[in-house]
């Protein structure tokens, strides 16, 4: 099997730059340049053709990394770099956060407080709610609010301990960045990307940070993405407990990462696989001891969430239609103009983000299987993950363009094996076949 010629003549890395451009700009600047109907397609299209064809390109070679020890100063280098985001940043989130109080436009930083709250004062955490004029059952999964006990003790705003969560979450983006035997030109701009993609996303989706705990979340993502580099089973058990159990949407991924890990390294595969389980059962499961379903059938209220969502039209311009599924990134739009009743074409649709989900993960896993002596299973690990992110978020029944942040800062992981030059962290596969 030929090795990807990564010289400086091929074509191949200025298109796969600019497919990871395009989905920066369809994400933020760009949104809904082509309409609230073709701009996901491109923008889905987009994600799907960068991991297809960086796929291709890196049949024949596995990765190898530096080890810290040596690339240390980088590190520091890009932590510094790193450090400069408030700068561009934190006066646009500061005004963002005046404008919109805690509890004015959003019930969801007031929620993780009556969480955080009952935990403090010891009483049952997964009860009832009741805000802002109706009950609803606890649907928030661990990971979601207890990070927030550190904020809350120490008086800090949860929206400012969110930003910073997502800091520390690039930060790991910096520490594999660091491992990579990279030309300093190029170190340098991958460096700054998530500089640039932080201050890009603040200006164009404030909502993000005024309203919402996402960059956490995100921060969660980067950890794992992180740790598909990394041998620490550590590293790779944390960023899957934090992802579990701060959004399902992992859910359906995770077979195939396991199978990956243990094709790879059975011993590492299954003690990952230990420490994840430990991981999941020691932070959830005494939560809802006294209840075991309550979660389970606080998801089952979704159905009515969408249902409000696949109704909230803006008064003021009615024919854009629901301003949180024409919102140019997701897939919705097609289906709420298909015919039948509203919560049939939500269900119609559901139907189809299972099937899609699983179809990419089945199809991702038998592409591996097909190429296993001349792929890296790291490498079919991250491009999976994200191929698969942008499948989920495509199809949300409720494209909230916050949600949908996690897909786009997973592709900073993917563009570091975009590289114009023979770089020395691929090395041939050797072919023992």
Known sequence: MPVFNFSARTPW????????????????????????????????????LLCLLLARRLLGVRLQVAPMRKVGYRFLAGAGLLAT???????????????????????????????????????????????????????????????????????????????????????????????????????LLKAALPVLLVHFNVII??????????????????????????????????????????????????????????????????????????????????????????FFRAQLENLDVAKSAWQQIDTSAPWLGPIHLFNGIGLAPWFYDLPGTLEERIIRLQLVHFAVCTGIVVLAGGLFWYHRHHFDPRLAALLSLKAYLATFYAFLIVPYTYLASVSLFTSLFVVLLITRKKAAFLVPIVDSQ
């Open 85 to 187: 985001s408030p700068l561009l940043t934190a006066s646009i989130i500061r005004k963002a956060l005046v404008r919109a109080p805690i509890g004015t436009f959003s019930d969801i930083v007031p929620a993780l407080q009556v969480y955080v709250q009952r935990f403090l004062q010891h009483e049952t955490v997964y009860k009832s709610l009741t805000m802002f004029g109706y009950t609803f059952l606890p649907n928030y999964p661990p990971m979601q609010w207890l990070p927030f006990v550190g904020a809350d003790l120490a008086g800090i705003d949860y929206r400012w301990w969110s930003y910073g969560g997502l800091l520390l979450g690039l930060l790991a983006y910096e520490w594999v960045l660091a491992r990579l035997d990279l030309p300093w030109a190029e170190w």
């Open 13 to 48: 890395s200025w298109l796969l730059w600019l497919l990871f451009v395009l989905e920066v700009l369809f994400f933020t600047f760009w949104r809904k340049s082509l309409g609230p109907y073709w701009s996901p397609v491109f923008l889905y299209a987009v994600e799907l």
């Open 205 to 294: 989706d404030k909502p993000m940070y005024s309203l919402t705990v996402e960059g956490l979340i995100v921060g969660f993502y980067c950890l794992l993405a992180a740790g598909i580099f990394s041998n620490s089973v550590w590293m790779k058990a944390a960023g899957l407990v934090f992802c579990l159990l701060s959004r399902y949407s992992l859910a359906l991924w995770v077979p195939l990462y396991g199978l990956l890990l243990l094709y790879e390294n059975p011993k590492r595969g299954w003690l990952t696989t230990g420490l994840t389980i430990v991981g999941v059962v020691a932070l959830f499961v005494p939560f809802i001891l006294h209840d075991p379903t309550i």
